[in-house]
């Protein structure tokens, strides 16, 4: 005999449990992202909902330097270059930003214009939220205050390591600053020995470190013949990374 009650409770836990592995989804990647790692799953529910998901294709420029700040941005998947071009014409990439990154917050925060362009290098997916909806959450949450001051404070003192950097050092010492600051984003320890699953291209090295593409290609296979590094296509590892630090830092 057809049990209609069975089939409805059996409905109603498969409607239940997806509803649950779609909000599992919604803040999964928001747990990694530094500003909002230590809120509790309620609150993240609440913030997945304030924003919306979009696509980027590879080489889609994001923001656009000078244009209104309105909102808040959180890689979720993907990778973006953070650059300004110079008075020449010449591109300098700031920074690179990785899975769980934001940015987008300065603009926001005192209501000027973006400070740079941001370009997607793959394709990416991103959270976008609104900024009354950002400052909304700075206001009723204020352990996300204090996350993103630690976090800009953080961003600072690296710029400022690296503005030092590559203002006093050498093309190898350039260089090796710049792979430093990417190893630490997204290296891979294990025994001593950093990966870097995917360097980036050598011509975004070259903007990075404020030198050319001739000038890393040369460098990274110096690095490589004394026994620094081994290049295996687009992977990097730095052999000894104490070593290599305590060298270049």
Known sequence: ???????QIYISFLITFEYEVIMQDKIDFLKYVPIFSELEEKTLEQISGLGIKKSFSRDSVILFEHETGSALFVIIKGKVKVSRVSDDG?????????????????????????????T?????????VQRSEFLEMLHSHPEISVALLQELTNRLRSADMKIKSLSLKDAEGKVATVILQIADDIGKIKQGTVEIEKLPYQHDLANMAGTSRETISRTLHTFAKKGYVELDGSKLRILDYEKFKEMFS
Do not use: C, H, P, Y
């Open 90 to 118: 010449k591109e300098v990439i700031l920074t690179i930003l990785n899975e769980s990154d934001f940015f987008g917050e300065m603009a926001i925060l005192d209501g000027m214009s973006r400070s740079a362009n941001v």
């Open 120 to 128: 997607a290098m793959e394709d990416s997916e991103l959270f976008i």
């Open 1 to 7: 005999m057809f049990d209609f009650q069975k089939v």
